[in-house]
Every structure is written in C-alpha cells, then in structure tokens.
C-alpha cells in the first residue's frame, strides 16, 4: 500500500483525490491550507484529511501530489525532495524560467523524483501520434497545427495570477509538439488580440492568441489559442508529414460542425465543456504512471526539465508578442 498525500483540494485537487481513491494499492491523505475544505472532501471521499500541509507532510508520506496555486509549487517540490519522496506537481513548477531552474538543481541535488502534470502525454490520441511519428509511418513531418480553445472566460482574478495565455494554455500545446515529434523548438513569432473583457489586457494578457514556431529540423508549427469558444472545450493537434498525416482530438465531442454538402453528421456526440472531461482518461492514467513511478518500476513520464523547455517557449512568445518580432528561444534560455 502506497501512502501518498495529497496538497491542495481546489478543482484539480479534488478531481485528482477522486481519481487516486479510485486506484488500487493507493492510500490517500490529503490537506489544504484551509482545513475544513480538506475535511470536506476526505468526508465526501472516505479517505483520511490532515490538518494543514505541515502536518501533511509530518505523516510518513511514500509520495504527493501538490495542486496548490503556482506560487507554491517551487517550495513543495523542493521540500519533497528534500524529505527523499516521490513528488508529482501540477504545471507550472514556478512562475518564472528562472525560479524553475533553481528547482532543477534542488532536484538534482537530492537526487529528487519528480513528475510534472502535462497530462496530453497520457491521452490516447497524442501517445498514438507520438508512436506513428517515432516508427516513421508520417515519412518526414513538416507542419503541426495545435490549438486549445476554452469556451468561456476564466474570473478576473484567475488571469491576475495566470501568467497569460502562453504560460497558462499553450504551454500544453509546446509540451505535447515537443514530445510528439521529439524536437526542439527553436524560434517562436507571436502575436495575440483582446475583443472580450477589459480585464486580460488590465493585467497584460490577451484572450486570443496565435504562435509560428520553428522546430530544429525546419518543421513549422502553428499554435493557436483563444478563452471565447462558445460551442465548447475544443484541442486537437494535425500532424503532416511527407507520406501522410493524422490528426489528435476529431472524436464526437468536438466541437466541430461541418457545412456544405448537408450530408455530414460527425460529430454526433455532446460537445467536451471543460479540460476535465475532455482529458478523464489523460488524466486517471497519468496519476497511474505516477505511482508506478513513485514505487520505483518507471522513470518520470515527464520531468522539471521538460517544464522547463516548454516554458521557455512560452517565455519567448511574451517577448514576441510584447515586441511583435521573432524571438530565438536562445534568447530566454538561461
């Protein structure tokens, strides 16, 4: 039985609490910093609540899991591998590129096991795109098109802490063209539009956004983003190669309506409303990985390393757009 402990139990806390309760050979404490929402939960789920973190992490902990807001990821992924535990952290590790590498070498100097939730690299679709680009079955890959569209606009105080669209949402899109094709993106151009709310661009972000990247072998790849899609929670990923192309995300939740001939009917399915159901399946094999990972059978799935590079994209697309010119990634990484 693998003791693990769970901080944080706001909406991605929960849906993970629910998720590990559900797993077998797991036993699950969980905290927050408000301990009558901790006890709530535990109570609804019939697992055990501790008082706060500290107390939390007093406990003879095998693993965590931290789904804290952002500005305490740093802090408890450190402490973690401090304790010697196995760590798994939703994205972002730290605000900054910057903050993220002093986590690298914390880790490194513990010898830390950390995964970090970028969870399209459990959903079915991208392993599989990932699978098909590796074997060679798209010949060679020259174009990618990402996007991620939320059907509404997040609170106010959300984007105040978000660090904007390119941190927040296409950095799953960077992640998942990194780990789908397998190379490196090395210049960025973006540009990004406000049409909704006042308060993206009071806090300097943009509801809409757009990104060219370049990858190391010359494949372009475009990102777009945008917090105003009313027909539904919509990501999918085109991949075109040389001898074929395939695509992640066109299932009967799309929030796609063909027009033209009449004669169409996909997608015949509700449309997906938010990325919990869109990636249910992601995300229940992710934490599966992760205690595999934590009982020592597997390496991380997803490292700081690897949050740190797509977070350098997302770096150099806010020097992009705040500049409107291309950007090197050369240029933010430290």
Same mark, same amino acid.
């Given at each position: ?5 769970? %901080?944080?139990? #706001? ?24 301990? !009558?929402?901790? *006890? ?18 007093? *406990?003879?902990?095998? $693993? ?22 196995? %760590? ?36 079915? !679709? ?26 509404? $606009? ?8 978000? #660090? ?39 806090? !300097? ?22 917090? +105003?899609?009313?027909?539904? +929670? ?35 399915? @509700? ?8 990636? &249910? ?13 934590? *009982?020592?059978?597997? &390496?991380? @799935? ?29 240029? %933010?990484?430290?």
């Amino acid at each position: 039985m693998t003791l693990l402990g769970l %901080v944080g139990v #706001g909406r991605i806390g929960a849906f993970h609490a629910a998720t590990l309760r559900g797993l077998p050979g797991v036993e699950l404490v969980v905290a927050d910093a408000q301990a !009558g929402r901790a *006890e709530a939960l535990a109570r609804s789920l019939g697992v055990r609540w501790a008082p706060g973190v500290e107390a939390l992490l007093d *406990e003879r902990l095998a $693993a965590v899991v931290i789904a804290t807001p952002t500005g305490s990821h740093a802090e408890l992924i450190e402490r973690g591998v401090a304790a010697g535990i196995a %760590v798994f952290c939703e994205k972002p590790v730290a605000e900054t590129s910057a903050k993220t590498l002093e986590v690298v070498k914390a880790v490194d100097k513990y010898g830390g096991r950390v995964q970090i939730g970028f969870q399209r690299r459990f959903d079915p !679709g991208y392993a599989a795109a990932r699978a098909e680009v590796a074997g060679g079955a798209l010949g060679r890959v020259h174009t990618l098109r990402g996007q991620t569209c939320d059907p509404a $606009a997040p609170p106010p105080g959300y984007i105040a802490t978000s #660090g904007g669209i390119f941190k927040d949402c296409s950095v799953h899109d960077f992640d998942a063209i990194r780990w789908v094709t397998g190379r490196e993106v090395v210049s960025v151009f973006a540009t990004g539009s406000n049409g909704g709310e006042a308060f993206f661009a009071e806090h !300097g972000d943009v509801d809409t956004a757009a990104v060219l990247l370049r990858l190391d072998d010359d494949a372009l790849a475009t990102v777009t983003a945008t917090r +105003y899609h009313g027909a539904g +929670y919509a990501v999918t990923l085109e991949v075109q190669g040389t001898l074929g192309s395939l695509g992640v995300g066109f299932d009967d939740h799309l929030p796609l309506r063909p027009v033209g001939d009449g004669t169409r009917t996909w997608p015949t399915g @509700p449309a997906h409303n938010s990325f919990l159901d869109r990636f &249910q399946t992601a995300y229940t094999r992710e934490l599966q990985a992760f205690i595999e990972f934590a *009982e020592g059978c597997a &390496q991380s @799935p997803c490292t700081v390393g690897d949050a740190l590079e797509a977070l350098y994209i997302a770096e150099a697309c806010d020097l992009s757009r705040a500049e409107n010119r291309p950007v090197d990634i050369a240029e %933010v990484r430290r």
